[in-house]
């Protein structure tokens, strides 16, 4: 059984760019989330998708938007790249939309702006 | 606004110590309060995960509180191994559903 899956591993853009993170949810989950963690810091929740919708979203700008797909994988772009955006994008997963089931993390992706 | 604070920021120790890490949370009205590993530059890895109406969990080595009413959960480690050597995070959602992380504790034990 594969875990939640993301790609890809390490990404160099130059700011201004724009740039597309995926995820892949651990199988029989349906809700994926997505959290962008700083040096140093603990991982801050950008946006949660469930049914192909926006179901929950943290304090990010609107340079940041998501899709999710109808086999429950997820995309997350980010636009406009700032230099602050460099930072490790994880990707979790949880099954069947219900708030109090356990969330599963993939590896990160980690982003770096120059 | 949840705020979860994880106390301390960092702890070095001898190998076979027992632990306590601590994890606080400013909105008592969580449904769930979950516990990870990191390995630098990794994702996070589950622990323990302990449902409101619950008080505690027990895994292996591990063992994790919940006190809803006071607003604490702490990760209990035994016998400590270097290869438990990692960042420690908690994670509990408050009111908006929304999961709201501490900023970890550094742990390393050391042989």
């Known amino acids: 059984d594969a875990g939640v899956t993301q790609s890809p591993t390490h990404l160099i853009k130059t700011r201004g760019q724009q740039v597309t993170l995926r995820c892949s949810p651990k199988?029989?989950?349906?809700?994926v989330s997505w959290y962008q963690q700083a040096l140093g810091q603990g991982p801050q929740f950008i946006f949660q998708?469930?049914?192909?919708?926006?179901?929950q979203r943290g304090n990010f700008p609107d340079r940041f938007s998501g899709h999710q797909f109808p086999n429950y994988s997820s995309e997350l772009n980010v636009n406009a790249l700032l230099l602050g955006d460099s930072a490790l994008y994880l990707c979790?997963?949880?099954?069947?939309?219900?708030?109090?089931?356990?969330?599963?993390f993939g590896p990160g992706t980690r982003l770096t702006v120059t | 606004k949840q705020e979860v604070t994880q106390i301390p920021a960092a702890l070095s120790v001898p190998e076979g110590e027992n632990l306590v890490l601590n994890c606080s949370f400013t909105d008592s009205a969580i449904y769930n309060l979950q516990w990870f590993r990191q390995d630098p530059g990794k994702g996070l890895t589950s622990l323990l995960l302990i449902q409101s109406s619950q008080r505690e969990q027990t895994s292996g080595r591990l063992n994790a509180s919940l006190d809803k009413s006071s607003g604490r959960s702490t990760l209990y480690i035994a016998a400590s191994q270097p290869g438990d050597s990692a960042t420690y995070l908690c994670?509990?959602?408050?009111?908006?559903?929304?999961?709201?992380f501490g900023r970890g504790t550094s742990l390393i034990v050391h042989p």
């Open positions: 979790a997963s949880s099954a069947k939309g219900r708030q109090s089931y356990e969330q599963y």
């Open positions: 199988s029989g989950h349906d809700t």
């Open positions: 994670a509990a959602p408050g009111g908006s559903y929304i999961p709201t």
């Open positions: 998708y469930y049914e192909e919708e926006e179901r």
